[in-house]
């Protein structure tokens, strides 16, 4: 098993920093390439084994030819000004816009357009807005120039449309097919779709270093224009954090001089470690969970991508959520006197309660549908595929785990009505999946 987060390491590395302080294993994943498969040859146990059970990365050559965003969203010209006149693929803005202009969707600003400008600038800013796809489009047809040269441009803003949620708004329009490796999800079935996004971004567009809701795996599948990623392996993440290993740092490669290098003395070391992908049209990336990434656009670019749950993370996005309330309680207990921490306590736990209760959703939902399962041996829906991971067994700890931490704090530390039928409805769930676990293990024989 892969170990997700490199935190508790980060002082003591920091301490010995150096590539030659690494163990032999660690200093072989230099400069790794991430591996390429063909839609075609790869099934789904393949993908089960190989890349989700192991939480490593691959790209998917030829999964979206026949989708109807391929057809549709994008607009295909031929290139009349370069003598090898090559053929131009763009998000087709026109059509979208004249399809679902009336949908208010994200959109981020970022300032600085080069991406050398952008990781050596302290300017570049990030600031997220709403707007219909037609203001979009209307922008994106003003001031998207072909001509729009990178380098002299760090004073326009350039708009991306991000996290689109298409699918929950139009799920009849058939936008695309999710494939069969990325269906297994527990978090879109409980919350309807609010994980599947849209993105249209122009070339010099970019998504800041981060890594995944609730550690959650990815997926996004290029439809036309070009993505550079950088991938950072779970176990090198202490490198983009300060020497605390506390606040991650803004990008990857950036230099703002020596008392920032000092504050962040793992970049230099985390570029030979991180994957450098180029993801081309057609190409699907998947992101494991708590891999850190960046996403530049290279050209005027369409994806569409999910965040999504199964039973082969569900136990890392739990441990995860159950670390962020240990820290929060030693927040508590160490600064019991000071009024500020009082408050950052109270935000913390306020976050960690709303957090707590759409695992509790998804958990309690999940267990539901896999207990009426049971019953039912030779039901085909596409989650059978992945019973050898058994949901019940997998998620039952973590209901164990969240009916303990409301037991315990209840009365101290929740304020949320809402834990209060959690609980009731939590020991009815426990009592019934024990029963069901019971009776699975007689039949068989275990
Ligand atoms: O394409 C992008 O800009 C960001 C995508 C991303 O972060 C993801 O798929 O996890
Ligand atoms: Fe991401």
Redesign the pocket.
Known sequence: MCRLDGRIDSLGMYVLLSDYNFDEETRCKKHRKIKIEQGNDLSYNEFLNIYMSNNEPVLIDGLTENWKVRREWVNISNDNVNENSAIIEKPDLLKISHLFGEDVVPVHIQKGISFSQQFSSSTRTNRKVEMTVSEYAKWWYNNNADERNLENSNDIDIL?L?DWKFVSNHAKYNLYHCPIYFKDDLLNETFDDAYRFC?I?PRGS??FL?S?VFSSY???ANICGL?RWYLIPPEFTFLVRDVFGQNLAPHLFHNFGLEYNTLFPGLSLVQHYAIHVLQKSHQTIF?PSEWH?T?E?LQDTL?V?H?WINSTNVAWAWSKLYDQFQNTLMLNDDYQTSLSNNKQFHHQMEIFEHDLFLFWLMVSKNLKQDIKFFDKPNATRIRDISLQYNNVLSLLPILEGIESIINKNNEIYFRLDTTKLISYEISNLLIQSRKCLIKTNDDSGI
């Open positions: 991306y991000k993105y971004g970019c998504t981060h995944d990815s997926w996004s993505k992101v990434h996403v656009n994806s991508n965040n």
